[in-house]
């Protein structure tokens, strides 16, 4: 299942508001702001990238794996696929 209209814009809001964080940061850089500014922007990002995964992650598991609708193999790869992803976020 697709994300909604909803869902979709409040993830595409959350890539703009991280977009703007980045491009913060970078300004900063440029202007040879204090390290421990640039490691607090720094901070914010993570943590709003970390909030993005969070709500992906959280929708493919609703969507394909605890699908009852969805066929037992289909769920077992989509399982499959999130480890793979969350090992990748995670190391």
Known sequence: MQY???EK???????????????????ALQEDARCTALLQQ?????GALDGFIGTVIEHHIRQH??????????????A???????????T
């Open 4 to 6: 909604t209209d909803k």
């Open 9 to 27: 814009r409040k993830l595409v809001n959350r890539l703009s508001r991280i977009r703007g964080q980045v491009e913060a940061m970078q300004t």
């Open 42 to 46: 720094a901070t914010a990002c993570r």
């Open 65 to 78: 794996i605890v699908d009852p609708d969805q066929h037992e193999t289909d769920r077992a790869q989509a």
């Open 80 to 90: 499959e696929e999130l480890i793979g992803v969350v090992h990748s976020y995670l």
